[in-house]
């Protein structure tokens, strides 16, 4: 379902432009039809109380939490069932952030990724990346919203947009904690500095090398590492939020000299920021992460010579949570639903860097 759906929906039920704006409101931020200070009858028409219930019942359908995941750090991994049976996944950050999935599977087919292993199954819609983040809200604050789960956003950019637009303006988010994420595509860069409210930038980088970054993204868009700086920096100026570079760190594929030297030709001095996120461990892929030193030693190195460089570790790797490893599974490790807001009201909180997927 997309919001416009819901739009039209309300409209037919006899909802002007202010209903419609009150109904979205209270519901991108998991409240109550019936809260505020206006009783829905001194206010709704008629026609919209008593339709109402039933769309309510429809929006609730949309995404319920199957099962929740919580991790030592804080974050939690949800795993949650969209109304026609399949499922995403969405994780709980530390900070009051919240990480969405965008599609259900992914056709990028990224070769340390889960998520695009089965290719892609269907598209997620914007009142599904919305009802996401109602689920979660229900169980704490969400301050800031990540497009870093599951799927390419680019690949489904109408639904996107339409989510970013109602969570920064009814939903409440600030336009800077809306992170956009994607490998790449020329779509983006024209759509997101044309939208009313325009997200930060996340960038998926992973090579320097053309060639190189082709085999390890087999299916992004073709464009080449210095021109995607060059789009990524006139966005940067543009909106005044740095583009976070993101860089799964593989040992002995993008952790050679030729690559370092590469990061400093493509960004030192860049409006940028670099997250080096060591690898994921993902059954039956044969990739590694280097040592913590040496993972230590190349971000400093990286930041002495002008590259402003973030070392993170995904948030809940130690529930399957952290970039790269999400994915529509059935689990045995879930937890009933009832136990769902214990387990997943965070008992402590880190200062873990958030997730930062791919
Ligand atoms: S890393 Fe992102 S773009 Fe690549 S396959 Fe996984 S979900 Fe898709």
Known sequence: MRIDDI????????AGPSHEQRVLRLWSQALSQDAGKRRPEDFLPRSLRDGLPGLVAE?????????????????ARLLVALADGLGVESVLLPRDGLCVSTQVGCAVGCVFCMTGRDGLLRQVGSAEIVAQVVLARR??????????????????LDNVMEAIELLGTLGGVAHKNLVFSTVGDRRVFER?????????????LHSTDAEARARLLPRAPRID????????????????????????????????????????????????????????????????????ERAEALARGLHRRGVLT?????AGQDVDAGCGQLRSRPDARTLSASNVD??????????LEGHQPA
């Open 342 to 351: 214990r387990a997943i009201t965070p008992p402590l909180r880190t200062h």
């Open 225 to 292: 590492p210095a021109e995607l700086v060059a789009l990524g920096e006139a966005y940067a100026r543009a909106t005044g939020y740095p583009i976070q570079y993101q860089w799964t760190l593989l040992d002995g594929i993008n952790d050679t000299p030729a690559e370092m030297d590469g990061l400093v030709r493509l960004l030192a001095g860049k409006y940028a920021l670099l997250n080096m996120i060591p690898y994921n461990r993902v059954d039956g892929l044969p990739f590694a992460r280097p040592a913590p």
């Open 59 to 75: 929006l609730d359908g949309l995404a319920r939490v199957q099962s929740a995941h919580p991790a030592a750090d804080g974050s």
């Open 139 to 156: 169980q704490r604050a969400v301050k800031k919203v990540v497009f870093m789960g599951m799927g390419e956003p680019a690949h489904n």
């Open 7 to 14: 739009r039209q929906r309300l409209r037919a039920l006899g």
């Open 192 to 204: 997101l500095p044309a939208g009313p409210v325009k997200p930060a930038l996340a960038l998926s």
């Open 310 to 314: 973030k070392l993170r570790q995904s």
